[in-house]
């Protein structure tokens, strides 16, 4: 294979068709020109030293900063959502942008981006809102504009945007909203001596701060733990429950998970943390959900980690919704290593009249790598707008 060739197939399956049909009228304005982008394709685009995934990203953040190249810019947007590359990342370039390159250049790449992103369908942000809450500040992303109220509470180590992958389908006919718990995300720093207790008190005053009498709430895992503290202190708040690969009492090894991060660091927990929570094919592909789930995990604080871990070795629910009238869904992954079906299964039997499912083929972070699935249960359970 001849390094044009290796060019003609290298911008195939980067730019998601052949260069003699994307390129043909450059190729009869200028046969020389064309050969040259074959070369370039064929020769640097093509070595593995960068992952496509990454040239795409480089490519969009020089075209953004250097200006003028909009036609360009929005070709090799197309391009890196066609390699992986998310939404927010597309717009966090954006915001990189204006840093090094100007405010000017960078509306101009974002401009462009959210053009490309509304050609392929991609829903608009989420609206974010901060909140003052009791001890510490947070942010509320919402999406969807009328219908019944969603409250979305995420994993240990993650944060808001663990929900996006199923928030646009549940949002077609409800509002649906997720916010960073304390020590995390937009509420990283917040006091680190606080109670399950504590964690639901922040859900009350989300409600609060969003006029909210009522919503469906939705944990995932600690998430789960919080909304089952704060169904238990306050139900007249819950329209119903839906718990996802959640447990109602402490596990043994949580004490140690925040020991090893105040000991060893955040790296040390990537590896224990991700083969929980991913399946390994999802782990070999390491597609946005496992990126994602690595930077939150790297980037923590220690001692955020800690302190959520050893509130969540203070959850004691156990029996105690055994009168809690609104519906109520407990979700398990088939394939959940931390929260197993057997686990789920025990949990769905301490709630009266609660609806248990499991979702074939997913793990412990089923909203990151089955959001199909996880929204369609969700679709399911919750009412539509009326």
Known sequence: MDRRERGRREYTAMMGSAPDEALAGLRRQSPELFDAILEGFGGPIARTELSRTARELATVTMLAALGGAEPQLAVHTAAALRNDVTPAELRALAEHVSLYAGMPRALNALRVIDEVLAAAGTPAPATLQRVRLADHETVV????????????????????????????????????????????????????????????????????????????????????????????????????????????????????????????????????????????????????????????????????????????????????????????????????????????????????????QELPGTPHMMSLERPDLVAAALDAFLPPAS
């Open 141 to 356: 992303a919402r999406h969807g504009e009328s219908g019944p109220p969603v409250v979305l509470l995420h994993a240990l180590g993650l944060g808001w945007r663990m929900w996006e992958p199923v928030m646009e389908q549940l949002a077609r006919t409800r509002q649906v909203y997720a916010y960073d718990l304390r020590g995390h995300g937009a509420a990283a720093g917040a006091p680190t001596s606080f109670t399950m207790e504590d964690a639901a008190a922040d859900l009350f005053g989300v409600l609060d701060a969003l006029g909210l009498e009522q919503a469906h709430v939705v944990g995932l895992s600690y998430g789960g733990g919080i909304a089952q503290t704060a169904a238990v202190a306050r139900p007249e708040r819950f329209a119903s429950l839906a718990l996802l690969g959640t447990t109602d009492h402490a596990f043994e090894a949580f004490e140690g998970r925040a020991r090893s991060a105040e000991e060893e660091g955040m790296a040390a927990q990537i590896v224990p943390s991700l083969t929980r929570w991913f399946t390994p094919a999802a782990l070999a592909v390491n597609g946005p959900g496992v990126r994602y789930a690595r930077e939150l995990v790297l980037r923590a604080d220690p001692a955020d980690w800690a302190a959520a871990w050893r509130a969540f070795k203070g959850v004691d629910v156990q029996g105690r919704l055994a009168g809690f009238e609104p519906p109520t869904l407990v979700l398990a992954g088939e394939l959940d290593a931390s929260c197993t079906p057997e686990i789920m299964k025990a949990l769905a039997g301490r709630i009266p009249g609660a609806t248990y």
